[in-house]
């Protein structure tokens, strides 16, 4: 199996584990957001995996990448447009969320050994959709891991 399979999987098994006291679901589509059921957008999580970019590093025969992954974090609206409270609440909820995965990936025991580098680039900031029965907020951080592959 190459790096960047095994690098995915521990991706994907990091966010489930340290959002796991948050009951969160992992959004079918992370890439099409809005074609998700509305289910999974109340406390969702996605996984994009991004551009990669030829380091035009060799060691030996490996290859080094740097490869971009997107994070989505989403939770639903359950208030009226005039619960201030209520939003800030849910924003908030996201922003503990994406601290907590930011503190993990910075942390990254357990990915640490597949990797060379990884690097927290940024994030959308709060991002308000409201799309018919869908109405929703997001988050979406960007990672940046740099792993080599055998040739």
Same mark, same amino acid.
């Given at each position: 199996?190459?790096?960047?399979?095994?690098?995915?999987? !521990?991706?994907? #098994?990091?966010?489930?584990?340290?959002? =796991?006291?948050?009951?969160?679901?992992?959004?079918?589509?992370?890439?099409? &957001?809005?074609?998700?059921?509305?289910? =999974?957008?109340?406390?969702?999580?996605? #996984?994009?995996? =991004?551009?990669? #970019?030829?380091?035009?590093?060799? +060691?030996?025969?490996?290859?080094?990448?740097?490869?971009?992954?997107?994070?989505?974090?989403?939770?639903? +609206? /359950?208030? &009226?447009?005039?619960d201030v409270?209520s939003r800030?609440?849910?924003?908030?909820t996201l922003? %503990?969320?994406?601290?907590?995965?930011? /503190? %993990?990936? $910075?942390?990254? =025991?357990?990915?640490? !050994?597949?990797?060379?580098?990884?690097?927290? *680039?940024?994030?959308?900031? *709060?991002?308000?959709?409201? $799309?018919? /029965?869908?109405?929703?907020?997001?988050?979406?951080? !960007? +990672? $940046? *891991? %740099?792993?080599? %592959?055998?040739?």
């Amino acid at each position: 199996m190459s790096q960047i399979s095994t690098i995915v999987d !521990q991706l994907r #098994l990091l966010i489930k584990t340290t959002l =796991a006291s948050r009951s969160t679901k992992e959004l079918k589509n992370p890439i099409d &957001i809005l074609s998700n059921d509305w289910v =999974a957008l109340d406390g969702g999580f996605g #996984l994009d995996i =991004a551009t990669g #970019l030829n380091t035009k590093r060799m +060691v030996g025969c490996q290859l080094s990448i740097s490869r971009t992954f997107n994070i989505t974090l989403t939770n639903m +609206v /359950k208030s &009226i447009h005039n619960d201030v409270d209520s939003r800030f609440t849910t924003e908030k909820t996201l922003l %503990e969320d994406h601290y907590l995965l930011v /503190k %993990e990936l $910075e942390k990254n =025991a357990p990915l640490a !050994q597949y990797y060379t580098k990884l690097n927290y *680039i940024s994030d959308s900031g *709060i991002v308000h959709v409201d $799309e018919g /029965k869908k109405n929703f907020l997001m988050i979406q951080l !960007q +990672v $940046e *891991i %740099e792993y080599f %592959e055998s040739l």
